[in-house]
């Protein structure tokens, strides 16, 4: 009697795999599908979102901290960082991060090719470091750099075939950045790339706009300032004129007549001051004219004491000291722009110092120089602003007095152009005195 086969004997060929059917295959590939159509839909939301960013950003610093910002939480990273191409396209510097010390945003810098920072640029390709800490091409910068920090992928931006920058995400954790993290990354700094230079350019525009505007707002106030630094030979012409006019009302004789000539010759040069006043500080804002002043050998005693004579009335309500000095000191300059500047000094100190009170003048030689000093008996200008009031419109806090503050700052460029020098300095008597010095004649020869 034949033993009976089952029906398990009876099958022949492998038997089949258990859990690889055809319909588990094709759910795999189309789970895989919907994975791969929803992180496209997250990168096109992202990419979209940056592009809305950009037309909202209050500036160019609110726009940089937003897009590394948004790229940390897209790429699933803890550090971003953006470094900038300067103009010059060979330094990379720090134009915005999270994670890092933003203190050191402006003042990070790198060559291009150096550090895997400068490598993504030097090469224009991505750049994947598995750990920082054993990697030759990373640059530890101290105090901006942090420990724990391990992988790293930095993407160069380009633009119209033009670097524009680098942008760098860093983990704690050791990565192996995927392909489709690096094309992403990729996808973003394309993306970035245009708002950030039309960024850039926009700032920049910002920036001359500005400037222009600045200087357009000086031009306007030169024109005040000019109309008020002329009210002091003009109120000199005035009391000439005034003078003059009693005179020759009054008197027939030839001394009166004369008189009134010497009046009348008087207020001709104070115009003539006046013209050469306008020139002098329209060349010391524009910086026209200063190559061409003289350089001739005069005696600086003999300046000072006309400029005394010149600015009687104004001095008058002050008590004057200066005593000519025995010998001849000669200075080497413009004689008439030396005075200029001399006159300045006097009239402010005229200006300033309460009536009644001195001013004083003197002249030596020293270190080569010829030096002249003006002061008063006041308290004269705090040393914490003996710098900034040879700048253009910066005034000592006297409110109850006008000023323009171009006249120092007019001063000081004529000095310079002279090849001399004008700074404050302690008088001895616990206020300031302001100083001249043009080099000396027999020693420029030397």
């Known amino acids: 009697m034949s033993a009976r086969k089952s029906p398990s004997a009876e099958r022949t060929g492998p038997a089949p795999r258990r859990g690889r059917t055809p319909r588990s295959a094709a759910n795999r590939t189309a789970a895989n599908g919907q ?16 592009a809305q960013l950009a037309t909202r950003a209050r500036d160019w610093d609110d726009l940089m901290r937003t897009l590394v910002d948004r790229t940390t939480l897209a790429i699933g990273v803890e550090v971003c960082s953006f470094y900038l191409l300067e103009r010059d396209g060979s330094t990379l510097t720090l134009a915005a991060t999270n994670g890092l010390d933003k203190e050191h945003v402006g003042k990070v810098h790198m060559a291009v090719g150096e550090g895997v920072t400068g490598l993504a640029a030097a090469e224009r390709r991505p750049v994947q470091v598995p750990d920082v800490r054993t990697d030759p091409h990373f640059k530890w910068i101290p105090g901006f750099d942090v420990a724990g920090l391990t992988s790293m992928l930095s993407v160069p931006l380009t633009w119209d075939d033009r670097l524009v920058g680098v942008l760098n995400v860093q983990t704690a954790d050791p990565r192996v950045f995927a392909d489709d993290d690096v094309r992403f990354l990729q996808t973003i700094a394309a993306l970035l790339a245009g708002i950030v230079e039309k960024g850039r350019v926009q700032a920049e525009a910002e920036t001359q706009l500005a400037t222009l505007t600045a200087l357009d707002q000086a031009r306007a106030e030169l024109l005040s300032v000019v109309t008020h630094e002329l009210r002091t030979p003009l ?35 104070q115009v003539t001051r006046l013209d050469r006043l306008v020139d ?9 004219g200063l190559t061409k002043l003289a350089r001739e050998p005069f005696d600086i005693g003999d300046v ?18 200066w005593s000519p000095p ?10 008439s722009r030396f005075r200029q500047v001399l006159e300045h000094l006097l009239e402010n100190e005229s200006k300033y110092a309460p009536k009644g009170e001195g001013i004083s003048l003197g002249a030596w030689r020293e270190g080569g120089e010829i030096r002249v000093y003006v002061t008063d008996d006041g308290r004269g200008v705090p040393s914490s602003e003996w710098e900034s009031v040879f700048e253009a419109f910066v005034r000592v806090d006297r409110r109850h007095l006008r000023g323009s503050g171009i006249g120092l700052y007019a001063a000081r460029r004529l000095m310079q152009a002279m090849g001399g020098r004008v700074w404050i300095e302690a008088n001895g008597f616990g206020g300031s005195r302001f100083v001249v010095a043009l080099p000396e004649a027999s020693a420029a020869r030397l």
């Open 35 to 50: 994975l791969d159509t929803e992180r496209k839909l997250r990168e096109l939301s992202l990419l979209q979102e940056f």
């Open 280 to 288: 002098s500080i329209l060349a010391a804002v524009r910086g026209d």
């Open 304 to 321: 000072v004491s006309e400029s005394i004579e010149t600015l009687t009335l104004v001095l008058r309500p002050h008590r004057l000291r």
């Open 235 to 269: 109120a000199i012409v005035r009391a000439y004129l005034d003078l003059l006019a009693d005179a020759a009302s009054g008197a027939e004789d030839p001394p009166a007549r004369a008189s009134a000539d010497n009046w009348r010759s008087a207020a001709v040069e």
């Open 326 to 335: 025995g010998n001849a000191l000669i200075g080497l300059g413009d004689e």
